[in-house]
């Protein structure tokens, strides 16, 4: 058979060509939607902060330059823009507070790789609720498949899995919006092939690098997507190619890659339905821990603590605990993000950690800076990473007390996701920085009931009034 034909971009657009809502199950279509609240509950939060008003201001300079006119909206703001600067300013605002939900076995954020290119051209193309819902999945589904496919693999060799896939995935969700045959998605999909990185190389400074990550994958599946309209010409194995994605992005990573998770049960078993949503707004990684040290924090009641010993899973060691020297010294919101032994400290301390614990004050406080140094992490011989996001704490007492939690299964995930009710409330919470109760339950009811509007009919209430 021909290598077109054959290939998994090939099988990905015949599923994107051939279903509709009605196909996927209802339990994932029905979390579908509260990923997407989710994500616009964040993306509004973003509004109010530095990097949210600086990503918006430059793309509308773009605008003002004669390079991004248009009719779509931003997440909270009053300017139009065209669907490619749209779609990178909403990317940057939902993932900008790294609050997004997470798919724990492939390590992406799949809603930030797939919700900004199909509220870009959904409001653009006046799709209806159903048809953005089911380009969204598609959108998502297939961010998670190539993270499987790595085995999750992809942080380990210095990449930001969401940065890679984020490139490739949004041509499923615009092939499908534009209405394209079949075999122009492969096309498209292994144009943005070419352009993906999503280095991790943020995590030295805190830079701002990983929030743009989604939106410029954004950009460049929709730019791919319209070229191959064209009959522009991308390669049609883009992740299975002898110098495809997997052989460059995945190289040196102690189990090969394997292609056929990437079309293993297509159509018929629904990853996206697995996704964990966030209850702490810090790395996926720390959430195990954050849930065990909340958990003792009542059993300590104020006591004098004098040591403390972190598990958790070996292969994110080196994202949120190296080196020690540098996370036990976290002074920014984004170095808070991800340094266990803060997150930890503060869980201890405080019982809870929340937004408010990000801003300046908080962090600055001297009991928790004294105690994040007290935090020494280490391998989890419990873990059941990747499936779930484990983590144990033991503290020691000055009086001689050792306390200790171990928590398999981390809040949000599993048979501990969040319920309508929670993630209505965290929509809610973050909605408030930005807009009115009112018009955020608005928001909500239409997102509950998208099947029933269209995308320009959630986009206008997401909009800034002008």
Not at 162 to 175: L, M, N, Q
Not at 298 to 319: D, K, W
């Amino acid at each position: 058979m021909d290598n077109a034909l054959s290939s998994a971009a090939a099988q990905i657009a015949q599923l994107a060509a051939d279903v509709s809502l009605e196909d996927i199950p209802a339990p994932v279509v029905e979390r579908a939607k509260l990923h997407m609240l989710d994500a616009l509950g964040l993306g509004l939060a973003s509004t109010v902060q530095d990097y949210g008003r600086a990503t918006v201001a430059g793309v509308v300079s773009m605008g003002g330059a004669g390079m991004g006119a248009g009719d779509c909206s931003v997440i909270g703001f009053a300017q139009r823009l065209g669907p490619r600067d749209a779609a990178l300013a909403n990317g940057v605002l939902i993932h900008g507070l790294d609050f997004d939900d997470t798919h724990l076995a492939s390590i992406i954020h799949p809603t930030c790789t797939a919700l900004p290119a199909a509220l870009a051209l959904g409001e653009a193309l006046d799709a209806s609720g159903a048809e953005l819902l089911t380009a969204f999945i598609l959108g998502a589904e297939t961010g998670i498949r190539i993270g499987l496919a790595v085995d999750g693999g992809f942080h380990h060799v210095g990449y930001h899995a969401s940065g890679v896939v984020s490139h490739v995935a949004p041509a499923v969700r615009a092939g499908r919006l534009l209405g394209r045959a079949p075999a122009q998605i492969p096309a498209a999909k292994g144009s943005p092939g070419s352009t993906a990185s999503g280095i991790q190389v943020f995590l030295e400074e805190g830079a701002w690098t990983k929030r743009l990550h989604p939106g410029w994958g954004a950009v460049a599946g929709i730019t791919a997507a319209y070229l191959a309209r064209e009959a522009f010409k991308g390669p049609t194995r883009p992740y299975e190619g002898k110098f495809g994605l997997f052989a460059t992005h995945a190289h040196g990573l102690e189990h090969q890659p394997d292609p056929a998770k990437l079309t293993e049960g297509l159509g018929t078993v629904w990853h996206f339905g697995e996704t964990a949503l966030k209850p702490y707004p810090v790395c996926h990684f720390i959430h195990g821990c954050a849930d065990a040290a909340i958990e003792l924090h009542t059993e300590i009641a104020g006591a004098e603590i004098a040591g403390v010993r972190a598990f958790l899973a070996q292969p994110t060691l080196h994202i949120i605990a190296e080196p020690p020297e540098a996370k036990e010294q976290a002074t920014s919101e984004y170095e808070v993000k991800f340094s266990a032994q803060h997150v930890i400290a503060a869980c201890l301390l405080r019982g809870r950690f929340g937004m408010p614990d990000l801003l300046p004050p908080a962090i600055a406080e001297a009991p928790v800076r004294a105690l994040a140094t007290k935090v020494k992490c280490e391998a989890d011989p419990q873990t059941a990473f990747p499936t779930y996001f484990s983590g144990g704490v033991e503290v020691t007492l000055a009086d001689g007390r050792v306390l200790s939690r171990h928590i398999r299964v981390n809040s949000g995930a599993g048979e501990r996701a969040m319920s309508i009710e929670a993630v209505v409330a965290k929509f809610m919470a973050c909605a408030s920085l930005a807009i009115d109760e009112g018009r955020a339950r608005r928001i909500a009811d239409t997102v509950l009931a998208l099947e029933s509007g269209t995308a320009r009919d959630l986009m206008e209430l997401l909009r800034a009034p002008g």
